[in-house]
């Protein structure tokens, strides 16, 4: 196992190396960079007088060096203009946008989107492992049926849309304001109950959005999985032994079926950062959805490089994770790895 | 001494001001009335400079306002807190609401020639902290700031150096500052009335303890680690920000300061209780408290409108919103004020003149075909179908609000007329036609347009579109490519587009003060010539010079005008340089004045309803100084 687990964080980083290359050379594909654009944008409105101001932060950064040498000062194994200074040595470096380091620009809304992902993520198994062993014990029932079209729809709607119209009836209704986390006038203000209540108020909808189509998808997996389980004699044995229906199934083919539920954590880890950027972005959630959108529009290297750096992290993490929890869950797997 | 009419106007109008002002009794803000009590700020005579700029509403047909009230407003970017400093229009000098340049921030000014300037500051005016606002606070700028290799590795602003020659500044005293040039700057006054203005003058006090020249650079590094930056400079530069707004400690001089530091999602803009206009019953502006910003994304803004979630918004709303904010305004009680946009054309063609493919700029440069191209767009039917016939029908000029608006100009090429436009295209000799009905280019090819879009505004694509219908049956092909912004950019600039759209002149509304410098090819960012706008813009170190006899002219009169001592020599250069474009077409215009729908909540008053929405001159709804608006109830 040890040995198994060192060629598995070997192969890891030499993955993240890769990926931190590829990355970099598609943030600086498109022609020019943060502060070119930004003169280009400011001469066209006729604002000379703050070109100066950019070529400034052009030089101090480093954006004139070529290639090379942004990449790997980047990453810390060069010396940049203010010597070894990167992600090696923890220096997640500048974001021109904000003006304030990469860590401090994502630190804050991090916890936010934690909060709403991992919303999503429970919302998605509460509604989906009920729905999905009742649909899966009652194969082409009426109920079975309706879950179906009720999750293909789930599935097939945009959820952008899904949302602007959720959010103008909540606000109709029940008055939640459109869009955000909380009421605008919470915002600046200390937690309390109050403020709470609106964060969850505010989370409803964003939650159902982003969770209908993994709740759809999560069902139909699950109704497979179990239903190939409930064809196979160890459950009709169980079941002719005189084992109580809940038992039987809650004891043998579901563990079984639970298994690519164990196999997403690998999804799951880098989505709680990254999902949801096209709904966060549309119903003005303070995510790093946004963030991240923004910052590669705008060629904000730095600040763009680190989010997709740190999902890169947690993918890598997640499969790791996932690959040693199946493999201690499910012997067959243990054996055919090796 | 040969002053201007602008210093005499100032003079007149300060002579009239200083009578008030003796004859004012000024008044305790409500809101303010406890921190005063309590001695945390100065009673108002001693905040207010003791000759305030005072806003004379009934003059105007507004009301007499009370203070208080909170007004929301929603953006779409924290960093679009700088809107505040366009909004709120405090400047040096800024246009009225006739688009005269008066004094505000300054008492007065004296011209000599456009050579020499004396700026009058107004005696006891501070910033919103509380430092006096002095002639050093212009000294600092000028030789701390803009010539400090440090801070600003360029040099000075580009406007301050005239044929390489840097301004000359001197103190006279504390509150007269001269700056003078051996040949005339014409548009050294006209920029501080910009949008986005050159601040030549920084809060001295508060930024002097982070430049090395007056403190121990040692004793920065403690904040320049903690910001993350690498030097002084760059501190200095992080914490002067007047135009970002985004440094709640740097003072400022406009009605309302920010007190939030980013990141946040909702930013409070709070009075600044040393704010230097009153209005003519002796009370301070701003009447309204505090504004407050909400960050939202941007394509929820008219959603959140919709729902009464802001009290003023014009940015992030279009023209395709407005029935879906006339349909809240019963429900939530606001108003949806349409202003004309004051753009020269809303939506235009820009047929590149430095096409680097000699076929396609021959044809291009050819006058006639872009008479024929103009008279082939049916503008009614764009009109009609697009802007709900709120829209002019017009070529790419000056619009009538502008005192220098000429009706035949507004009309040349603009009428449909496929006989005129086939006429034309045969006298060129593009006769030949192919299977389908399409004539050929020289070399045999079908004539197809390529016309590339910036691929921001669908708007945009249902014009073009409308475009190709009639473009057809004068046997023209027309294609549209969608692209980016910055690629859109970057092919015209190397001569690669055949046709850009875009919209037309900025300013739609200018006066013969301001700089007719957008009509001449002096920028790279015209798409139409964007090789000889580089080469005025390097010095003809790159880019091509103008080589046809109209450009040349262009660029003759934009030089007569910076050398006019008089207006009526201005408005001359101004109206030949107008009958050039209408007679060239450099620019196909398509329709102008469409309108920008302006939320105001139902108790907003003093909001005019109609006024020209115009980034420069005006900076949005800064030239109506919204200091002046107030909450009824």
Known sequence: ?338 | MNKLTLSGLALSSLLLFSNIASALELVETTTLQDAVAAGELPAVQDRVPSEPYISDLAAKGQAVGKHGGELRTLISKAKSVRYMVVWGYARLLGYDEQYNLVPDILKAVDNEDNKVFTLHLRPGHKWSNGDPFTADDFIYYWNDVANNELTSPSGPPAFMVINGEPATVEKIDAVTVRYSWSSSNPNFLPSFAKARPPFIYRPSTYLKQFHADYVDEASLTAQIEEAGVRSWAALHNRKDNLYKNNNPDLPTLQPWMNTTAAPANRFIMKRNPYFHRVDSTGQQLPYIDQVTMNVSSGGLISAKANAGETDLQSRGLSFSDITVLKEGESRHGYKTHLWPVAKASEIALYPNLNNTDPMWRKLLRDKRFRWALSHGIDRKIINRSIFFGLAKESANTLLPSSPLFNQTHADSGAALDLEKANALLDEIGLTDRDSNGFRKLPNGETLEIIVETAGESSQQVDVLQLVSETWKEIGVKLFIKPSDRTVLRNRSYAGETVMTVWSGWDNGIASADMSPGELAPTRQDNLGWPMWGQFYETKGQNGEAPDIASAQRLMELNKAWQEASDKSAKEAAWNEMLAIHADELFIIGIVSGSRQPVVVAGNLKNVPEVAPYSWDPGGQWGVCHPDEFFFSN
């Open chain 1, 1 to 338: 196992m040890a040995r198994y687990l060192f060629f598995r964080l070997l192969t890891m980083f030499g993955t993240l190396l890769v990926i931190s290359f590829l990355m970099f050379v598609v943030i600086k594909l498109p022609p020019g960079d943060f502060l070119s654009n930004q003169i280009a944008e400011l001469r066209s409105q006729g604002e000379s007088a703050s070109i100066e101001k950019a070529e400034f932060l052009r030089q101090q950064y480093g954006l004139d060096r070529p290639f090379f040498a942004q990449y790997f000062s980047w990453l810390g194994v060069w010396p940049g203009p203010n010597g070894f200074s990167g992600l090696l040595q923890g220096d997640w470096g500048w974001s021109f946008e904000y003006e304030r380091p990469v860590d401090q620009v994502v630190g804050d809304t991090l916890s936010l989107t934690i909060l709403v992902n991992l919303a999503t993520i429970l919302f998605i198994y509460i509604v989906a492992l009920p729905i999905g062993i009742y649909s899966a014990t009652r194969q082409y029932s009426i109920g079975d049926y309706g879950i179906t079209l009720v999750g293909y729809i789930g599935l097939a709607t945009p959820n952008f849309l899904l949302g602007l119209i959720m959010l103008f009836y909540a606000n109709r209704w029940f008055g939640v304001s459109i869009g955000g986390l909380m009421d605008p006038v919470f915002e600046d203000q200390p937690w309390s109950l109050a403020k709470i209540w609106s964060v969850l108020a505010h989370l409803v909808v964003p939650t159902i959005v982003i969770g209908t189509s993994g709740t759809a998808a999560m069902i139909r997996r699950l109704r497979a999985n179990l239903l190939d389980e409930l064809q196979k004699q160890y459950y009709t044995t169980a079941k002719s032994k005189g084992l109580r229906p809940t038992k039987a199934l809650v004891k043998y083919p579901l563990r079984m079926a639970l298994n690519p539920f164990v196999a997403d954590i690998g999804n799951l880890l880098p989505s709680m950062v990254s999902g949801s950027v096209l709904v966060s972005l549309v119903l003005s959630l303070p995510t790093v959805g946004p963030i991240l959108l923004d910052a590669l529009s705008s060629q904000d290297q730095y600040l763009a490089g680190f989010i997709l750096m740190f999902t890169a992290v947690l993918t890598v993490i997640g499969m790791m994770v996932s690959d040693v929890l199946l493999a201690i869950l499910d012997p067959r797997i243990r054996f055919s790895a090796r």
